[in-house]
């Protein structure tokens, strides 16, 4: 099978990669982070997903544009940011997916405990039935913590946050239970 695989980074693509190999599927990863900031963390995640792909010997595309002012405006706008995200992601790249001729697509996103796993899986199926593109969905979460310790040996950059500015924000701030932030 052609799977296009979107890749937050290198670090959460080394499970999914290993499970779809033992499936003897080779997925292109394709990298498409437009709610990465700062831009410096962009770039090292970029770093990271590219040395992965090279050292795992994967074709992979990288879209190199960084529409930040967009994607915040939509986060801003959105009920629920981390869906907003999720479902930019899957639809461009069930999008780059169908357009380079893939037979299915699906995304790292699903290796974290951290990611709304059951929105993700939803998302990429309606999106994938209404782009004419299967979504290829697997439960990756039982490898996310020998992906972290893979990282830690390939000396792979590991990211602290999701990666968008709130997410960042968040992680320096404890939300007391009346809902008040405590910051650090």
Known sequence: MKLLLHACCGPCSLYPIRVLRAEEILPTLYYQNPNIHPFKEWKERKKSFCQVAEEENLSYLIDKDYPLEEFLRGALAADYRCGYCYEKRLRQTAAKGKEEGYEAFSTTL???????????????????????????????????QWAQEEAVRRGLYRQKYCGCVFSERDRYRKVKKNGMAEHR
């Open 110 to 144: 699903l290796v974290s405990p951290y990611q709304n796993h059951a929105l993700l899986a939803e998302m990429g199926q309606a999106i994938g039935e209404e782009m004419g593109i299967p979504f290829v969905y697997r439960d990756f979460r039982p490898g996310f």
